[in-house]
């Protein structure tokens, strides 16, 4: 290889390769000259042929947090580097932009999306503020929908939902409730059907985010009455529902019953109301790794973290702005938090932090409302705005500004309902609610344009 390069007419530069994909590790990690005029094509040509691999695999170069997008020559003089230097170049696989896959039409905005793999058929779910949630298969038909108010379903706008398992949905709303389901998918001859099966009753106002935990049976819920709901999937589990919060109505003769009386469903309360909060929570999610701990942020600019055990409040970030929604990114211990102030803010929530955001994301030019993790690179995570966008993210890829590190977004995904038009500047008529990142489907998003939409790259 380097009789090969010192043929080249060309100034070079001493170029340290490294990569944390152990099966694209190079046996021998010593720096090598490479040419200055270098971009990114010879760069992945250059490290395959080290690799000696039978069939290249297209690469992308971060370069001191900052992807490779000029020639080396072009990198050294912007940041006043000398060809003396030897460079630290990590090496990842490259992304192909993901691209518009299908859409699933709905009668009113989508508020969420979620979904689950189900013997190897992925299902989707999607909360609509029409009041309904619906089950759907990846060609875009309707599996099962659920019942109206008056069969127990629920009585307004649907805010947020997810799959607790492959039989199980959770959901809450404007009506105050959180709300458990059974979804079966029927045999020949009958449909799938998807029925209410628990009402769970503690918080004072809307339901606006929930997040479900399937081996430990358990359900976070975040609220606009401030506080973060703390809820067992399991019946037998949970204690009586709160009487005064149980909706009744009153009849004629004084008496007070029980809203619509053609169902009955049982009904439970809270394991634990945590009310440290001083304003709306906008999210509240598990730990990956550790179901006994919550994260939760809110419009009081904070993210806190919870013993779930105890119902305690262990720890407060506080921020810049208002916080509306939150990912857990456990293998580089930080908490990713959208905002109103259009960034994310990376947030590293353990007790030996010395500052709050680690980093922050930029590019949205409206509030950042819903992330989701890449299932398939720890590095990644996906956003959704009201700007009418999705962004994709690699927290690797970042610079140094006067407030700190600051990352730049790796590809934009709009709306397909715009049909290449122009996303309005607020995003008016198009904004993302919800986003949903699955490795058999791809990127899911729902939002104003009444459609969930579907994105995928390479893998899905």
């Given at each position: 290889m380097a009789s090969t390069l010192q043929d080249l007419p060309t100034a070079q530069v001493r170029v340290r390769l490294t990569t944390r994909d152990?099966?694209?590790?190079?046996?021998d990690a010593a720096p090598i000259l490479v040419p200055t005029s270098f971009r990114r094509y010879p760069l992945s040509s250059l490290v395959n042929g080290l690799l000696e691999n039978e069939k290249p695999i297209p690469l992308e170069f971060i370069v001191n947090g900052t992807y490779l997008r000029t020639t080396l020559d072009e990198h050294l003089s912007t940041n006043g580097l000398s060809i003396e230097t030897t460079l630290a170049v990590e090496y990842v696989r490259a992304r192909i932009p993901p691209q518009y896959a299908a859409s699933y039409e709905h009668e009113d905005w989508v508020s969420d999306v979620d979904v689950v793999s189900l013997n190897s058929s992925p299902r989707i779910l999607s909360a609509s503020y029409d009041g309904n949630l619906r089950v759907w298969n990846t060609s875009a038909q309707i599996l099962a929908t659920s019942p109206g108010a008056r069969s127990g379903g629920h009585l307004s706008h649907i805010k947020s939902a997810k799959f607790?398992?492959?039989?199980?949905?959770?959901?809450?709303?404007?009506?105050?409730?959180?709300?458990?389901?059974?979804?079966?998918?029927?045999?020949?001859?009958?449909?799938?059907?998807?029925?209410?099966?628990l009402e769970l009753y503690g918080h004072k106002?809307?339901?606006?985010?929930?997040?479900?935990?399937?081996?430990?049976?358990?359900?976070?819920?975040?609220s606009s009455d401030h506080s973060v709901g703390f809820w067992s999937t399991r019946k037998s589990d949970a204690p009586a529902a709160p009487e005064e919060l149980v909706p009744r109505s009153r009849v004629k003769d004084g008496k007070r019953r029980k809203q619509n009386p053609g169902v009955s469903l049982p009904q439970r309360g809270p394991l634990a109301i945590m009310q440290q909060h001083t304003g709306p929570v906008s999210a509240a999610i598990f730990d990956v790794n550790d179901a006994t701990v919550g994260y939760s942020c809110?419009?009081?600019?904070?993210?806190?973290?919870?013993?779930?055990?105890?119902?305690?409040?262990?720890?407060?970030?506080?921020?810049?702005?208002?916080?509306?929604?939150?990912?857990?990114?456990?293998?580089?211990?930080?908490?990713?938090a959208g905002s109103v102030s259009r960034v994310i803010k990376l947030v590293d929530p353990r007790a030996s932090a010395t500052s709050v955001a680690a980093m922050t994301l930029k590019g949205h030019k409206n509030s950042v409302v819903s992330l989701a993790r890449d299932?398939?690179?720890?590095?990644?995570?996906?956003?959704?705005?009201?700007?009418g966008t999705c962004r994709v993210w690699d927290v690797r890829s970042t610079k140094q500004e006067k407030e700190g590190l600051v990352g730049q977004s790796l590809y934009t995904l709009p709306r397909a309902t715009l049909k290449g038009g122009p996303s309005p500047g607020a995003g008016d008529g198009v904004k993302v609610f919800g986003v949903c990142w699955h490795s058999?489907?791809?990127?899911?998003?729902?939002g104003e344009d009444k459609v969930i939409q579907v994105n995928r790259g390479e893998k899905t």
């Open positions: 152990a099966d694209l590790a190079l046996k607790v398992s492959a039989a199980q949905i959770v959901s809450g709303g404007f009506d105050r409730t959180v709300k458990l389901w059974k979804y079966s998918e029927g045999t020949e001859g009958f449909p799938a059907s998807l029925v209410p099966s106002s809307s339901v606006d985010f929930v997040n479900a935990h399937e081996r430990s049976g358990r359900i976070l819920s975040a809110s419009w009081d600019q904070t993210v806190r973290t919870w013993d779930l055990v105890t119902a305690s409040l262990v720890d407060t970030r506080t921020t810049s702005s208002a916080l509306f929604c939150v990912e857990h990114m456990p293998n580089l211990h930080l908490l990713a299932p398939s690179n720890e590095y990644t995570i996906v956003s959704g705005s009201h700007d058999d489907v791809g990127i899911l998003s729902g």
